[in-house]
């Protein structure tokens, strides 16, 4: 007797082997059975024909750290298809934090409860924040040798890793020999991933960076999001992605991770020089206040700004400012002309008003881009974003709502650019597998029971960056640890999700 047999549907197990027509049981939380199962007992059944049923979607690279803790439905992932997300990217994560520590994180996630599993990575910036504060000194070996005893701890407690955020502060504050000797820690015990000092005109430099944190520490490298910002530097993936493969070659394990649009979404604070931000966020707010060394800022932004595309491609997207969310949906070109200022002058008091809290999409990668990573062997696919429900009253990025379903309806079924297998696999067990999250990312027997159920001439992202706030078509049914969260299309409340430590 089964709990339930989803039966008659195309299966793609995860493993990227050709689909096949099978049945598929579940007892309890895990897979039981899959092949043709003829006449068996189920208490429920669950009708596939016509259906792909594939692993629920393992989320690589995604920010729901603290989402999740005020509403665990996790909306707009699982009308995706996701299953599982790993957290903690970028160089922040929800723990340690001042008076908890990332045990005690962890503790709440599960105390919230949820609909996804969830993953995490330690964020490099809350050690450095924790143990150095918000300035831009080095660390010395003293405060290194403490930090790594805080990430081992940390590692201790279930995180699969560590991640840094080197384009933000603190993170941009910390040289190769904090990243290596971090990431000696990590070696062996799970994944360092890190989002580039670049993504721009020093591209390739940043990446021989990461290169060169693995080289000397022999972790498992992740590069997050790989993509080249800026209309002048299009076009040189290729040969980044060539670093990448040289260095495997050399015996380095690195991969990296890619999400299906030709925009990103990140903080306007990114526009303002390093230096200014030593300090933290008040510091930095009274700089651009000062006429002198916003003058200065002015210089560097501006050249910074324009060689990763201008201002015209940044949208603000968020603002805590009342008086300015008139602006949001905007770019900072048309914000200037409605101020009667700069765009950078725009931007500037924005981030003022807002006290540095200012949320962009920036339309600066190129679309042959994009297909090159989303194509290549070495990457996994992931949203960069956040669970979310509709009723956020931002414009945020359309990833939120539609990246895995983008990716099957766009580069799959409409452009033939990946098998639907091969674009599985890199959804589901090259994700698991790279994170180190055993048992799942595979539709077999003994692994949970987390599957997605959906149309393969229907799926597609609806959610678009005038309406972003839109779920899928296509994602059916989805079951997480072997309860439906997701049924005919609809979120049915359950939040059966588990917060996953590494063994």
């Not at 910002?229 to 990296?256: C, K, N, S, Y």
């Not at 949906?329 to 200037?336: K, M, S």
Request: glycine letters at 12%.
């Amino acid at each position: 007797m089964y709990d339930l047999v989803i039966r008659g549907g195309l299966v793609v197990d995860g493993s990227g082997r050709p689909a096949f027509r099978a049945d598929v049981a579940i007892t309890g939380r895990q897979v039981a059975a899959v092949g043709e199962l003829g006449r068996v007992q189920s208490r429920q059944w669950m009708d596939a024909g016509g259906l792909v049923v594939s692993p629920g979607f393992v989320d690589i690279h995604s920010h729901s750290d603290t989402v999740t803790l005020e509403d665990g439905r996790a909306m707009s992932k699982v009308m995706q298809g996701v299953a599982t997300e790993v957290i903690g990217n970028c160089g922040t994560s929800g723990g340690p934090v001042p008076g908890t520590t990332y045990g005690q994180y962890l503790q709440s996630l599960e105390m919230a409860k949820t609909s996804v599993n969830l993953a995490g990575l330690v964020g490099h910036g809350n050690l450095r924040t924790l143990l150095m504060g918000e300035g831009a000194g080095k660390a010395t070996p003293e405060t290194l040798e403490n930090m790594k005893d805080l990430l081992a701890r940390c590692l201790e407690e279930g995180a699969f890793g560590l991640s840094s955020g080197l384009e933000y502060p603190p993170g941009f504050f910390a040289d190769v020999h904090e990243l290596a000797g971090l990431c000696q820690v990590v070696a062996g015990r799970g994944l360092y991933s890190t989002h580039l000092r670049d993504e721009g005109p020093g591209l390739e430099e940043a990446v021989r960076e990461a290169l060169e944190v693995g080289r000397r520490s022999r972790v498992a490298v992740q590069i997050s999001h790989l993509k080249s910002v800026g209309p002048e530097h299009w076009g040189q993936l290729p040969a980044t992605i060539a670093l990448v493969e040289a260095a495997r070659d050399e015996g380095l394990d690195v991969m990296f991770d890619v999400y299906p649009y030709t925009a990103s979404s990140t903080s306007l604070s990114i526009v303002v020089p390093e230096w200014a931000h030593d300090g933290g966020r008040q510091a930095l707010v009274a700089r651009l206040g000062d006429p002198d060394t916003r003058r200065r800022i002015e210089e560097e932004s501006r050249r910074r700004t324009e060689r990763q595309g201008g201002w015209h491609r940044m949208v603000v997207t968020s603002v805590t400012a009342p008086e300015h969310r008139q602006y949001e949906g905007l770019n900072l070109t048309e914000i200037g002309q409605a101020l009667g200022k700069e765009p950078w002058d725009a931007a500037f008091d924005l981030l003022i008003a807002s006290q540095g809290q200012v949320g962009v999409i920036r339309h600066a990668i190129s679309p042959d881009d994009v297909a090159c990573a989303i194509a290549h062997p070495l990457s996994i696919i992931c949203s960069d974003g956040r669970a979310l429900s509709r009723d956020i009253e931002q414009k945020v990025h359309p990833r939120n709502f539609g990246a895995f379903p983008r990716v099957l309806g766009k580069y799959v079924r409409e452009e033939g650019l990946l098998t639907l297998e091969w674009a599985i696999a890199k959804m589901t067990s090259r994700a698991a597998d790279r994170v180190g999250i055993p048992g799942r990312g595979i539709l077999a027997p003994g692994y949970w029971a987390d599957v997605t159920v959906f149309d393969p001439r229907s799926v597609q992202d609806q959610a678009t960056f005038a309406e972003p706030l839109r779920y899928p078509s296509g994602i059916c049914h989805v079951l997480v640890n072997g309860t439906a969260v997701v049924r005919d299309g609809q979120h049915t409340g359950a939040l059966p999700g588990r917060v996953l430590r590494r063994q």
